[in-house]
């Protein structure tokens, strides 16, 4: 997602003038809005942001901030086709959750141009957003959905698919008793992960670390503070641990350094944890049938 973008979201409730507001604006009134929470004392609303992350990865930032403004206690949420191809129907009454979704135009070449290669005539070409709703599992009612894993504590073949993962990116991974007290180092193409450490607890050392890998041995580095570059690794742990199902603790008030007030380094920041977190998760989670069954997260990613 790029929170530059200056295509726009238009309003689609004809009762009403026709409303034009840029994602970079909708992310940023959802930013502010956290931020009035945090400056009011509510620290667990950063929390929540987070564990929506570890929720919806398929969804883009833009839209994981909108259902956690929205619906922050939403689990599973599809659009109303998709229910029903589910055997679920949305209850009368509840309203939709709204984001942001694709429009998609075809842009026709010249003629000229077109008659040399017949299979490139026209090019599909985003021309904008629109909204549109979803609706969480909690609001629809039928037939029974197929049941998540659910890792209770344990990190199961995720550790092998990570440790895979940290291998495929090219960087050494290690064990070795020679970095205690620390649990876990990044050194830039090597991680060192002190032995002896739980499942659970070695699991999100290893991501904590690699986060690191992925965000802060380039120019993130030179322009964040320590602070802040530590926060966001244990942010992003806390995003893959709550999506795999360990127990990741409350700590919301770490989470506040992201931001001192800030408001750009706060919607920068939780940024890169879901653009990370959404890369680690894609390898731990390979897609399957169900989640084939619910296009509106494809839709979702662009917005």
């Given amino acids: 997602m790029n929170t530059t973008s200056t295509v726009t979201a238009i309003s689609e409730n004809p009762k009403q003038p026709q409303q034009r507001q840029t994602a970079k604006e909708i992310i940023a009134a959802n930013v502010k809005s956290l931020i009035e929470q945090l400056e009011a004392g509510h620290s667990d609303a950063l929390t929540a942001y987070l564990d929506a992350m570890s929720r919806f990865h398929n969804y883009s930032f833009g839209n994981i901030l909108e259902i956690a403004r929205q619906k922050p206690n939403a689990t599973r949420v599809a659009g109303l086709y998709a229910w029903n191809q589910l055997g679920r129907k949305v209850m009368k009454g509840q309203k939709g959750i709204r984001i942001l979704a694709p429009i998609i135009g075809i842009k026709r070449k010249p003629d000229i141009e077109a008659e040399k290669d017949i299979t490139k005539q026209n090019t599909r070409v985003l021309v904008g957003f629109r909204n549109a ?3 969480d599992v909690s609001q629809t009612d039928g037939a029974e959905l197929p049941t ?6 344990s990190v199961g073949e995720n550790r092998d698919r990570l440790v895979s993962f940290v ?3 090219g960087i050494e991974l290690v064990f070795t008793e020679k970095i205690a007290p620390a649990l876990g180092m990044s050194y830039g193409g090597r991680i060192a992960i002190l032995p002896g450490q739980s499942d659970a607890e070695e699991f999100s050392t290893l991501v904590h670390e690699l986060a690191h890998e992925m965000l802060h041995k380039a120019e993130r580095r030179t322009t964040t503070t320590k602070v802040v570059r530590e926060t966001e690794a244990e942010a992003i742990a806390f995003v893959i641990g709550k999506a795999v199902g360990l127990e990741t603790g409350t700590a919301s008030a770490d989470y506040i350094h992201l931001y001192h007030g800030n408001a750009s380094l706060l919607a920068e920041s939780l940024e890169v944890i879901q653009q990370a977190s959404a890369v680690i998760l894609a390898a731990l989670q390979p ?9 509106d997260a494809e839709l979702a990613k662009v917005a």
Wanted: zero cysteines; a negative charge.
């Fill in 133 to 135: 709703y979803v609706f």
């Fill in 148 to 153: 998540m894993r659910e890792m209770s504590g």
């Fill in 167 to 169: 291998g495929a990116q």
């Fill in 287 to 295: 897609p399957t049938s169900e989640q084939a069954a619910m296009p």
